[in-house]
């Protein structure tokens, strides 16, 4: 495949193999090109370079980009996406004046989700979320991570990550698997937290681990959720097993989660709306990724966004990503959450496009593969509606994407309807 003419070519890159991505470093290649052969990127230049490199070659296949943008396809680093019902009614009660903690104690929330991913087959399971990555996939996103943590039982947290591995079967996208069985405590472990964290240490992390079901354990280090020694317990005891941590950390309340996230070498911490320059210090010398979450401040109507700048002037890969969940952050659009970082986080466009793609696929151990139009890495390439990459955060509420391509396959286009006028 050959991709052609391109307004703008925009990838992140390094200025050498050495080095790191830098924050908003863009490569931006007027009349750009791509090409694509068994599924790898394998050269990026000037249309007119391109066609000299090919030497008469044919391709099977040319796209002309004419007059828009090509970009790697998104990395959504941090979603939940396997529950079976939506919760608008929480959506509802949050307008009325409940908070997020309120909506929980009165047994809404996760442990809401919860009881109905219990009741659920996986079949019925795999036809709820077969919707939401096919616009994940419109939307210009092609890697997830997919995290459980509907179960909170050894049986529905297997079957949640079952689910995941037979999605990656079924759908172009690719999922990324991360066990969350600390995500609450369950209605019927309320008075015996210790119970159910030895259920998760000695029962749920080996099956995980036996059956080969993720590639991470996460934690949800919050007020009224899991603390930082029961956090500690659970991530030390998911490394020993294999598993890389990650952490849920500094959401609602200062909680010491991202410090949690520096001393168990974790590969990321999420949300960090409060957290302390000094644990941002501890993030960038124990090498985290901060996956940042503005869609969640936004959608629970919370006053604090995660302090972005002061983590980009730290030296710190920022990512961000969109939380998709049905209770606290409703959609699949990176490109929204885009808008949101850098309205509310002050986030550069450039520096948005770095977040969603390079440094998110850090965040997921991907980074040698995907996140930017490099050769050798997979030919996930979306083709954008726009004339320069500066539209895709500034045009919002809008799909702006044109071609998806996943693997060096179209999976998705968009067709445009004409109206009739007579």
Request: charge should be negative; glycine fraction near 6%.
């Amino acid at each position: 495949m050959l991709i052609k003419n391109a307004a703008q070519l925009v990838t992140p890159i390094r200025l050498s193999q050495t080095e790191e991505y830098r924050m908003g470093e863009l490569l931006i290649i007027e009349d750009g090109s791509v090409a694509i052969h068994d599924k790898k990127i394998v050269a990026v230049g000037t249309t007119s370079e391109l066609s000299q490199k090919l030497d008469g070659e044919k391709p099977k296949t040319i796209i002309d980009a004419a007059h828009k943008v090509v970009m790697p396809g998104f990395v959504d680093c941090h979603t939940h996406p396997i529950f079976l019902d939506t919760r608008e009614n929480e959506f509802e009660m949050r307008i009325r004046g409940k908070s997020y903690r309120e909506i929980a104690a009165a047994g809404g929330g996760i442990r809401s989700s919860v009881r109905k991913i219990r009741e659920a087959s996986k079949e019925q399971i795999i036809r709820a979320v077969l919707p939401r990555l096919d616009r994940f996939l419109e939307y210009g996103t092609t890697t997830i991570e997919a995290k459980s943590g509907y179960g909170l039982s050894p049986e529905d947290e297997i079957k949640s990550l079952e689910v995941i591995q037979e999605l990656n079967r079924l759908h172009p996208i690719d999922l990324v698997p991360t066990f969350l069985g600390a995500h609450e405590v369950p209605d019927e472990y309320r008075t015996r937290r210790k119970a159910y964290i030895d259920l998760i240490i000695h029962e749920m992390i080996p099956r995980v681990v036996d059956q080969r079901l993720a590639e991470f354990c996460d934690i949800f280090i919050e007020q009224d959720v899991f603390t930082v020694e029961e956090g500690r317990q659970i991530l030390n005891a998911a490394k020993k097993s294999g598993l890389r941590p990650k952490v849920h950390a500094n959401q609602l309340t200062a909680n010491e989660g991202a410090a949690l996230a520096a001393e168990v070498g974790a590969v990321s911490a999420e949300h960090l709306d409060h957290i302390t320059p000094d644990e941002i210090e501890l993030l960038k010398d124990a090498g985290v990724v901060p996956v940042l979450l503005p869609g969640a401040v936004f959608y629970l109507k919370l006053q604090k966004y995660a302090p972005a700048r002061e983590m980009i002037d730290a030296g710190l890969p920022v990512a961000i990503s969109t939380d998709f969940n049905p209770g606290s952050c409703m959609t699949e659009s990176m490109s929204t959450i885009m808008t949101l970082a850098c309205i509310n986080m002050r986030l550069l466009p450039s520096e948005a496009i770095t977040a969603a793609t390079i440094n998110a696929a850090m965040a997921i151990e991907r980074q040698h593969k995907i996140g930017s139009l490099e050769i050798g890495k997979k030919a996930d390439v979306v083709i954008w509606d726009m004339p320069n990459y500066l539209h895709l955060p500034y045009h919002f509420g809008v799909n702006l994407s044109h071609i998806v391509i996943k693997d060096g396959d179209v999976v998705w286009e968009k067709h445009h309807r004409a109206l009739n006028c007579n």
